[in-house]
C-alpha cells in the first residue's frame, strides 16, 4: 500500500533531530509498503535531500523514502509569529499534496497541530484512511506553559484538535497522558494505541569513539543533556543546581547542555554573570548539538543523562521525550526533575534518580550520590539498558506501528501503560 506520511520536522539519523518517522517510515517500507514523506526544513535536522529547491521543494529518495521537502525553514529560536506562519505554510502545502497525490493511507504527526489538517482533507474529501500522531497535547501544553493566551487562537487550536481526533480512523498516543487527553475529546478507547518513542540499539548501542567536551575532566562525573534549550526544557534548573554544586565546593561535575534553542543565549549568559561555566571553575559546559554518530559517542563517555522540563503538570504524563530513551538505550542512568510516569519508571525500574521540580538541593544531593557512588551508579546504568531492552525495543515498538497504522491490529500494552497509576 502507498502511505503518504507528513512530518513537518522530518529528519535522518544525518542529522541532530529526532527519528521517530524516519524509523517509522523504513518499518512501513520493510514491511513491504511504499512511503512518501512531506516534510520541511528543520534546523538541526537532515532530510537527506540536498539539490536545489525548484518552486519552493524538492522532491528525491532517501534510503527508500520518497522525501518531498518544502522550503520552509523552521528553528525552534524563531519568533511566534514566524513559527506559526511557518506551521499555516507547511499545512496548507500538506493539504495541495494530500488532494493530487496517489496513496491509500495518510499519516501525519504532530507537533504542530495543524499537521492534521492534510488528514482531515484526505479523509473526507478523498475517502482515504487517516492516521493521526499525537506527540504533544495541543492546545493543552502551549496554554498551560502560558505561551498562547488569546482566547481566540486556543478556541481555534481546541476545534481543530477536535478535528483531527474524529476525523482520524486511529490514533497513535506516545505516552499514557496523551492516550488520556485523547479519551477526553471522546475518543473510543478501541481506536487509540500508546506506542511511546523507542531505544535505537543500532546507534547508541555502538559507542563509537568516545568522547568528552573540552572543560571536562577525565575523573569528572559528567551529567549530560541532548536537546532543545527552550521555554518548555526548563535548563534554568541545570543552572540552579551548579549554583547549588559552587556553594558545596563540588568541582568534579560537570553539566553538559548540547543544543540549540531560543533560550541558550540567556542560559550562557547567565553561566557567565554567576561564574557557573566551567571556564571560571563551575560545573556548567554548554555545546553545540552533534550528529547521532558523534551523540553515541558522548553517551559512551557520560555518565548520567539529565531529563529536565519546565514544572507544568500538563508535562507530567503528557509528553514521550526522545532524550530518556536515547539515553537508557546507552545504558545511561537518568536524572529526571518532573514527576509522572518517567519518574514512576525510572523509581520502579532503579534506572536513575528522581528528584521534586524547582528543588535544586535535591538536584545537587542526587548528582554527589552518583560521583560518590560510581559502583551503585553503574549498576543503574545496567538497569536502564535492561528497561530499554525490555521495554523500548524501536523494532518491537516498529512492528506494533505498522499493524496498527495499516491494519488496525492494536499492540499489547503492559499494564501500568494503561494509565497514571
Not at 215 to 229: P, S
Not at 273 to 284: F, N, P, S, T, Y
Not at 299 to 325: C, E, H, R, W
Request: aromatic share 8%; hydrophobic share 45%.
Amino acid at each position: 500500500m502507498k502511505v503518504l506520511y507528513f512530518h513537518q520536522h522530518f529528519s535522518t539519523p544525518s542529522g541532530s533531530a529526532g527519528t521517530r518517522s524516519y524509523e517509522m517510515a523504513r518499518r512501513l517500507i520493510d514491511a513491504g509498503h511504499q512511503v512518501t514523506m512531506v516534510c520541511g526544513s528543520y534546523h538541526g535536522g537532515q532530510t537527506g535531500l540536498d539539490g536545489p529547491f525548484r518552486r519552493g521543494r524538492r522532491e528525491g529518495t532517501v534510503d527508500g523514502i520518497q522525501v518531498l521537502e518544502f522550503d520552509l525553514a523552521y528553528a525552534n529560536a524563531d519568533s511566534f509569529l514566524k513559527r506559526a506562519g511557518l506551521f499555516l505554510l507547511f499545512a496548507l502545502r500538506s493539504v495541495a499534496v494530500a488532494l493530487t497525490r496517489r496513496y491509500d493511507v495518510v499519516f501525519a504527526t504532530s507537533t504542530p497541530l495543524t499537521a492534521g489538517l492534510p488528514g482531515i482533507v484526505a479523509r473526507w474529501l478523498r475517502g482515504k484512511t487517516f492516521v493521526f500522531e499525537v506527540r504533544d497535547l495541543w492546545p493543552e501544553l502551549p496554554k498551560a506553559m502560558g505561551v498562547i493566551r488569546n482566547p481566540l487562537v486556543l478556541t481555534l487550536m481546541s476545534g481543530l484538535e477536535w478535528a483531527s481526533y474524529h476525523s482520524a480512523q486511529r490514533l497513535v498516543a506516545l505516552s499514557p497522558g496523551m492516550a488520556e487527553g485523547i479519551r477526553r475529546r471522546g475518543i473510543a478507547d478501541e481506536r487509540i494505541a500508546m506506542i511511546p518513542n523507542g531505544c535505537d540499539f543500532r546507534i547508541f548501542g555502538n559507542a563509537g569513539s568516545p568522547w568528552r567536551p573540552e572543560g571536562v575532566g577525565e575523573a569528572d562525573l559528567m551529567a549530560i543533556f541532548t536537546g532543545t534549550h527552550g521555554l518548555a526544557n526548563g535548563l534554568d534548573a541545570v543552572l540552579d543546581a551548579a549554583a547549588e554544586l559552587r556553594r558545596r565546593g563540588r568541582h568534579d561535575i560537570k553539566l553538559v547542555l548540547v543544543g540549540q534553542g531560543m533560550r541558550k543565549p540567556a542560559l550562557l549568559e547567565r553561566a557567565r554573570r554567576e561564574k557557573l561555566d566551567a571556564a571560571q571553575g563551575g560545573a556548567m559546559v554548554f555545546h553545540d548539538p552533534v550528529g547521532k554518530a558523534d551523540l553515541a559517542g558522548l553517551m559512551a563517555a557520560a555518565d548520567l543523562g539529565m531529563q529536565i522540563l519546565a514544572n507544568v503538570p500538563a508535562f507530567y504524563y503528557g509528553t514521550s521525550p526522545n532524550k530518556f530513551f536515547d539515553y537508557i538505550s546507552a545504558g545511561l542512568p537518568v536524572l529526571n526533575n518532573y514527576p509522572g510516569w518517567l519518574a514512576s519508571m525510572i523509581e520502579a525500574s532503579g534506572c536513575g534518580f528522581a528528584v521534586p521540580p524547582d528543588d535544586a538541593a535535591a538536584f545537587a544531593d542526587a548528582l554527589e550520590a552518583a560521583a560518590d557512588d560510581r559502583a551503585a551508579l553503574a549498576a543503574r546504568g545496567e538497569a536502564a539498558l535492561a528497561l530499554a531492552r525490555a521495554r523500548f525495543d524501536r523494532d518491537a515498538l516498529g512492528r506494533d506501528f505498522v499493524g496498527w497504522v495499516m491494519e488496525g491490529r492494536a499492540p499489547a500494552r503492559p499494564a501500568e501503560e494503561s494509565g497514571h497509576d
